[in-house]
């Protein structure tokens, strides 16, 4: 009875021992950090790096906030916290600071501003009255040639969620997405006349994903074994909107550059055609995206070849069966952006370890799906008909299989799928013994060139 105490209680610090270690490997939190800077995103950093003005800019910010009314989701319950950080009229200052281009004066609680103003003149008066009237007054404030307008329009959670799991005899992994999406407006008017002179809309994605693993075993009768890992990673919602404050005071700089909208502050010798037209070809881009990141316009049109690397396994009637490398080539032809006809040749060797040793050349005919045509990644399946042909005498068969492919390029995809061979005798290798007709499995990776697009 002591032994098994015992070695409980060693099978416990053991156990401790390794989920510490994990966490390590994992870089969970397990010590106080100390405070940092802010982090620094991609379009800072664009912002940083843009040609810089002839002079710059005087302008004011009153307010750029919330304007959804959007609480946070809540699975248990109601959530009073809103969704939206409360201070972007900060961010947007701050933002306008890192462009280089505009000097911007305080607006948003100017009626702190005027009192500390004359809070000073009343102190000066009472206690230096003997002193230069002229030293006591103070300078004018600065006055903005334009007003910057706008704010956080919408924030739309859940607009695109998923998962992928898989469990066998206990063992099992999972992972999970979601997707939120904030959109801001930005517009400039003319102190002027009150003009708008111009208005920018740019929008960012919100992500979130979770990773869990999970073993369930009974070790015997009386013993079960059962551990779990996981990891959640959700973006923060005040980078998303300075990403998007930024992305919007960028392109007002560069669509009032190329509108002639700044005026003296533009030098023309100054090289800003190569940022407008880099600009440009970002909107020729961005024509006809929608949320989610689909194009309305199909990605897949009309025709396409292939080229995949194959990895091929045989199950045929004797054992110790090995695994080769082979390859496929073939075209498609889309009769919708749902429904292609697929024609390829392959080639393959099936092989039983010191047994037999097959090479066959295989031309198939398939009628392929894709679930999301219109999306950068989609995943789809396929079944069709095809021959083996070698030295001896030809086969025949049947096939099923399924992927993923990722759009990495107007015309260029990349491929990953598995498919299954199912033949209609039993004579592969030669042998004909049982009534389970000989079969293959195929593992894929390849490359998809699409022909007729736009």
């Excluded at 950093?45 to 809540?74: C, H, M, W």
């Excluded at 693993?213 to 973006?235: C, K, M």
């Excluded at 396994?313 to 032809?333: E, F, L």
Aim: charge should be positive; include cysteine; glycine fraction near 10%.
């Amino acid at each position: 009875m002591r032994t098994y105490t015992y070695t409980r209680i060693f099978f416990c610090s053991f156990l401790l021992c390794v989920l510490q270690a994990c966490s390590s490997i994992f870089g969970l939190p397990s010590d106080p950090e100390k405070p940092t800077m802010g982090e620094v995103t991609s379009s800072t950093a664009e912002l940083k790096n843009l040609p810089l003005p002839k002079e710059k800019i005087v302008i004011g910010v009153y307010k750029f906030r919330d304007q959804t009314g959007q609480y946070k989701p809540s699975e248990n319950g109601n959530n009073w916290s809103t969704a939206v950080p409360q201070g972007t009229t900060t961010i947007l200052i701050k933002a306008l600071e890192d462009s280089h281009w505009f000097i911007p004066i305080e607006r948003e609680n100017i009626a702190n501003l005027l009192n500390e103003r004359q809070i000073i003149r009343s102190t000066r008066q009472e206690y230096i009255k003997d002193s230069d009237k002229n030293n006591q007054s103070l300078p004018p404030l600065l006055y903005a040639g334009i007003l910057l307008e706008g704010g956080v329009i919408s924030y739309d959670s859940n607009i695109l969620t998923g998962g992928l799991g898989a469990r066998y005899f206990g063992i099992g992994a999972s992972t999970q997405y979601r997707q939120d999406r904030i959109t801001i407006y930005l517009r400039a008017v003319s102190t002027l006349n009150g003009e708008i002179l111009k208005t920018v809309y740019t929008s960012k994605t919100i992500l979130s994903t979770s990773v869990n693993g999970s073993f369930f075993r009974y070790i015997d009768t009386e013993r079960l074994l059962e551990a779990e890992v996981g990891l959640t990673q959700n973006e923060p919602v005040q980078l998303a909107v300075t990403e998007a404050i930024e992305k919007a005071v960028k392109s007002l700089i560069v669509e009032g550059i190329r509108d002639k909208i700044w005026g003296k502050a533009v030098d023309d010798t100054n090289g800003y055609q190569a940022l407008i037209n880099e600009y440009n070809r970002e909107q020729e881009q961005n024509n006809g995206r929608v949320i989610g990141g689909r194009f309305p316009e199909n990605y897949r049109q009309k025709m396409s070849v292939f080229a995949n690397v194959e990895a091929q396994k045989v199950r045929d009637d004797y054992v110790n069966a090995k695994m080769n490398v082979g390859g496929k080539v073939g075209v498609k032809y889309f009769l919708n952006p749902y429904f292609n006809v697929e024609v390829n040749g392959s080639y393959f060797t099936l092989e039983n370890e010191n047994i037999v040793k097959r090479s066959y050349f295989g031309p198939e005919v398939n009628l392929e799906y894709i679930l999301f045509p219109k999306y950068k990644f989609s995943p789809y399946i396929y079944g069709g008909a095809g021959a083996m042909y070698s030295k001896y005498k030809p086969q025949y068969k049947g096939q099923f299989g399924g992927g993923f492919e990722y759009m990495a390029g107007h015309n260029v995809s990349l491929r990953a799928s598995a498919q299954y061979d199912l033949g209609f005798k039993d004579n592969w290798e030669g042998l004909v013994n049982g009534k389970r007709k000989d079969q293959a499995l195929r593992f894929a990776l390849g490359i998809n060139f699409y022909l007729g697009n736009k």
